[in-house]
């Protein structure tokens, strides 16, 4: 498997992975690839990164900034992620995570929230901290990693691109 930066012909490619990456999870509303086209057009995706096996684009992941309300600023959000049903399973989505993780922390990042399954991603040090919050996002499944020993305290806005419906 090769971890390597997208490239502009993988795009297509990286939208269908995330489209049957997503199609059967339940609180899904669908929009993952648009998302992921919004932050490239606003020239956001500050780490894109795809998994290949074979020449074939299997996964993706995708971090960009995000805002927090008592002004920290070095804070990136992560997601989307996902890799081809046929695929998971086999540790492809971690490798992911943690390559993007470091390369955020070596452009110096101060830390990396998600939305996501507590029980998955405590494995990588997130975890929830209740001082750190998104609006319309239940506490349990907003978790944070910082980098280092601060910790903001506020509401976090991930970019506009989120709310990317087509």
């Known amino acids: 498997m090769l971890i390597r930066n997208e490239t502009s012909s993988d795009s297509n490619k990286i939208s269908e992975v995330t489209l049957a990456a997503f ?13 992921i086209n919004a932050l490239r ?3 956001v995706l500050s780490v894109s ?7 074939r684009v299997v996964g993706h992941i995708a971090f960009s900034p995000v805002t927090v309300s008592d002004g920290a600023t070095g ?6 992620v996902s890799v081809e049903p046929e695929f998971q399973r086999q540790g492809i989505g971690s490798v992911l995570i943690k390559q993007g993780l470091d390369r955020i922390q070596a452009m ?13 991603y405590k494995r990588f ?3 929830n901290y209740p001082d750190l919050t998104h609006e319309g996002i239940p506490q ?7 980098f280092g020993k601060e910790i ?4 976090v806005v991930f970019h506009q691109a989120f709310q990317a419906k087509e």
Do not use: H, R
């Not at 199609?23 to 998302?35: A, C, G």
């Not at 110096?108 to 998955?120: H, I, R």
């Open 49 to 55: 990164l795809v998994a290949e096996i074979d020449g």
């Open 152 to 155: 903001p305290q506020g509401n």
């Open 41 to 43: 057009k606003a020239n």
């Open 23 to 35: 199609k059967l999870v339940s609180v899904s509303n669908q929009t993952e690839p648009f998302i």
């Open 140 to 146: 349990e499944v907003f978790l944070a990693l910082p």
């Open 75 to 80: 804070w990136y959000g992560l997601g989307p």
């Open 108 to 120: 110096g990042a101060k830390g990396c929230t998600l939305v996501g399954d507590p029980n998955y």
């Open 125 to 127: 040090g997130f975890k």
